[in-house]
């Protein structure tokens, strides 16, 4: 390999690494948020780490990213990613080791922890309500056809939205967006079960903060962070560091700016829910522009996400079919999809040509006119299919497991309604 | 350095920090496992690493990787390692920098960190029945000679394991086996005290899992092996790229295959110390393979392991004389040397050869032959040859220790024989 | 890039990373050490990360490297750092860019999770006495001045003390002296308002040993150091990985110096305390000289950290009026200045050219003679003058802030006398 292949792909196979632990990481939060109660949300993250890799090497790995069928979906029987080559010693000649040379190693594992913490976020809106086995078999679905699927039309360059000149940076709506369209699949049928159960209420489960748990699962996620965005440009070069800057100034705003503005909504200050919720909401709203914009946007798009995600929090609270204290829906629908609009204001080609997107044009604050126009016209698009394509098949998905497992829920009701009155502060003694 | 030195340096230092994590992972594993009890692992671990660093940079280093006195063991007064070169500015001419280029540094922490590792295997055997102050003192002949003997022996080029042919990729036997060994040779020394004492069984240390640190620790020793695997190439190349690909896909099967074996035999679905333990069986598994085998392979070796694991575990739970909750036997004796065995079975010579053994043959399953067989011969004859010096070696040590200090054992019988009585349970609330 | 350019990037971003983990696992050690009582340190350690990256990006980055105003502060409107260039899409051609390559992201993250740890370091002597709206203001200024001058004028090379000729590797004065100075700033602010209330002595912070976090903290910070101080060459070279080597070294034999010295003066063999306590006495003391000893040197400096840190612990421990049980003052402030010191006597100028200081001299061990006489002198001015301004800075600003806030700290008196009764033992059951 030469200089550039090797830093390329020790590059992303690190930061493959450091995505790889999101997922338990997520678990972790999980528990950091709500407590013991969710405990089973430690095992359910190990499953899917496991299942993801699995299920990936088999063949999800080829439905997201071989040369697609028509643009739909990834070839299934693509020789180098159907079972990662099988037995074969030689090396495949992939589409994806020609441009910065990756080896099918380095991207599979790169990919595979995206879609495995794809999952995770999905899962915290199962919290204890969803079986666990169902929630297995689910993944397997998810794996091979419900990530896949947006993957395959954004990010595989055979996609037809891709082809369409639809960008998204490092998963705005491929995981986030896609996330929180999932979970909508999923809580409704929840919702469907509990009003046959005669509930008026969706049962909420009210955070109880473990401070240690809590802080391990930030900064582990925002380690896997440097590697969702920076290893997103595919390559070690000048924007890959570029993207460092952005992507931890944003988080950074974002803390300040969410931890604030909970102050004027709450008068408590650095609720460390706040504190955490902040730095993730900067972190997904800058996913998808990270490698587009500089610094100085970062730092804008940071700050806005304060009032945002306070106000979104609140608008899905008022809601009485679901309980979602980890925010997938205030954070990663509504802060990705957000952030996917914001290309068409803040890109800047000059910076997207060094992720690989020379043909993105400036936004509307950089004088894009007419082809930033355009350019929000096609994200606004591929939002509108990714998620109702992901939301119909996870819904379907989870009617069929209804059906044949007798419901997809726990026995919970009756237990959480006690451990929901006492001590239930979100607020560090 | 050329380009590709830098690769390989960078590489493999980076993959000895992985693995140097492991030590104290390992601690957090038996607390996540065996509960509040066995605290004093964490102690343990923590020890066992500024030990391991500071004995084979005295020595321990040269009496492994030193070239050996007639194949035995490395020249304890060889410059580089001794001492890392003391004072000296200049940096020698040692053997390990010739071909890949690797400096001192670099092969020195990745080795330190998998000695280290390796008795923190030993040390679960431990749990809290023996002395710290005993183990201790047995780390020190553990670094210079029980784990320096297989190193020596097999991974040093001049040893005369390595030139009959005997290959180990990331130490199945050098690692996992002698670590079994070892613990071995402990754990009848404690036996014989529990003897003298007068008990007739051996008091177990039953589960008490601890969920959040379960996690914390399966998650350490993943990422681990990621250095632990990959980085054994010893260079950053094609092979060390697919050694990520094998290592996590074997894992990632054995973590379904052990689920639902233990599923067929106790009715439990997703316990999580058999998904957990089946990640660390394969990850077993793979490890003297992971670099002479397809993702193929990979995928059928993770699939054996849940079978084996749980049989070996049955089996070995019979034993009166012993108590292994965390699984040294069945997970790290048993898999370490079927893994090996494996070799002469799964083996491709050309997946070898990007290992740095184009010398392999290929196996029995890939028409290897007669030289497959002979192969087979020479991984027999290490492993009787290893396991039975490390288990004399060691057993040695402890008896030596006994007299010296009164015997190595702590006094837990009573108390252990309380709290093992109630909550003892395997099981997620 | 060419592939050195490549490597150091790679290296010192990584490196980074690494630094970056450890202000959180400040945090971690701080509850791992004193008990949940001290919960809010997590908080605390979060927020100290995200407004390190957030001022540090608007201007502290600047203040601290940009080219210096007459030696003293870096200039505040360097195009380069001021808000990392803006909406510049303009790679900058900024003066850390021309010697190793490194571009504006990579520098900006190494030293930014150096300014972050910094500052938590000094936040251990806040413990749960100083107000966390107050800490959060005294960050802001202290990012911009008291982190940045040290910086400025040792760590710059237009700064007059390294002009002068001043080295300190990775931070015994920078990071741990200066840390150290800042936190006497704080402390004394909180003596005088105990003294305010009454008190005679200030209430003490009991250790309440909790081993997991304890685990993880020293986990993470030994990881951390891996990029703190083989980071601190700024290139990736053979000094880089030689550095690593004087690290660990060092680590390892201070944690069995001062385990031993430990049971020497209390009889009680491997308290956690003393092992975690070693190991971070080690660390620290070798930071200033890692990049200019051999691993011989790194051997003997590790060995004295024992009587070091035991004998300065006793001795702040007799102060009425502070409480510092995480070792600030013992380890921080004088292992520091304590290495500082060493540079005259152990440096070796063939390691420091590694670094990038080839006109270092010998050390007194060394044959310097003269030549390092004259470097202790300069050591010893920057050391007196670094201490002096830092302490001023750091106690004016919590003079300001406690006439603006009616006083810096909480109401912990009445709550602190009680729980520091029962239990408070360092030891594990």
Not at 68 to 94: E, K
Not at 261 to 279: K, Q, R, W
Request: glycine share 12%; net charge neutral.
């Amino acid at each position: 390999m030469t200089a550039a292949f090797l830093a390329n792909n020790l590059w992303v196979l690190l930061c493959g690494l450091f995505v790889f632990m999101m997922t338990m990481a997520v678990g972790l939060l999980e528990v950091g948020e709500l407590g013991q109660r969710v405990v089973v949300s430690l095992v359910k993250t190990i499953l899917i780490t496991g299942l993801a890799v699995l299920v990936m090497a088999i063949v999800g790995f080829n439905t997201a990213f071989a040369p697609t069928l028509g643009g739909v979906i990834g070839d299934p029987r693509y020789g180098a990613g159907l079972f990662l080559g099988g037995f074969s010693p030689g090396l495949s000649d992939s589409w994806w080791s020609v441009t910065g040379g990756l080896r099918t190693g380095t991207y599979f594992l790169f990919e595979t922890a995206f879609a495995s913490v794809t999952l995770a976020l999905v899962g915290v809106i199962a919290l204890h309500k969803m079986k666990l086995s169902a929630f297995a078999i689910y993944s397997v679905v998810y794996f091979v056809l419900i990530w896949a699927l947006p993957a395959a039309w954004i990010w595989n360059p055979s996609g037809w939205l891709a082809k369409l000149g639809m960008v998204d940076f490092a998963g705005g709506l491929v995981v986030h967006g896609a996330a929180g369209a999932a979970g909508l699949g999923i809580v409704w049928q929840i919702w469907r079960e509990e009003k046959a159960k005669g509930l008026k209420v969706s049962p909420p489960v009210h955070y109880q903060v473990n401070p240690g748990w809590l802080t391990v699962a930030i900064l582990l996620l925002w380690v896997g962070w440097f590697g969702f965005n920076p290893g997103s440009v595919l390559a070690f070069n000048d924007e890959a560091i570029i993207v460092v800057e952005t992507t931890f100034v944003a988080a950074a705003a974002a803390m300040v700016s969410t931890s604030l503005t909970a102050y004027l909504v709450t008068s408590e200050l650095f609720n460390p829910l706040y504190v955490v919720n902040g730095i993730l909401m900067g972190l997904i709203v800058i996913t998808p522009v990270a490698g587009f914009v500089s610094p100085g946007s970062a730092l804008i798009l940071g700050l806005l996400c304060g009032p945002i995600f306070v106000y979104a929090e609140k608008l899905v609270g008022r809601a009485k079919w679901l309980s979602d204290p980890v925010g997938l829906f205030p954070g990663h629908l509504v802060g990705g999809i957000f952030g996917v609009l914001m290309i068409a204001f803040f890109a800047q080609n000059q910076f997207a040509t060094g992720s690989g997107f020379p043909g993105l044009p400036n936004g509307l604050f950089f004088g894009g006119g007419a082809a930033a126009v355009k350019q929000l016209g096609i994200e606004v698009l591929g939002i509108a299919a990714a998620v109702v394509a992901v939301f119909v098949l996870s819904h379907l998905t989870v009617r069929v497991l209804a059906a044949l497992m007798r419901g997809i829920t726990t026995n919970y009701g009756a237990a959480d309604a006690v451990d929901a009155t006492p001590g239930a502060s979100a607020t560090l003694a």
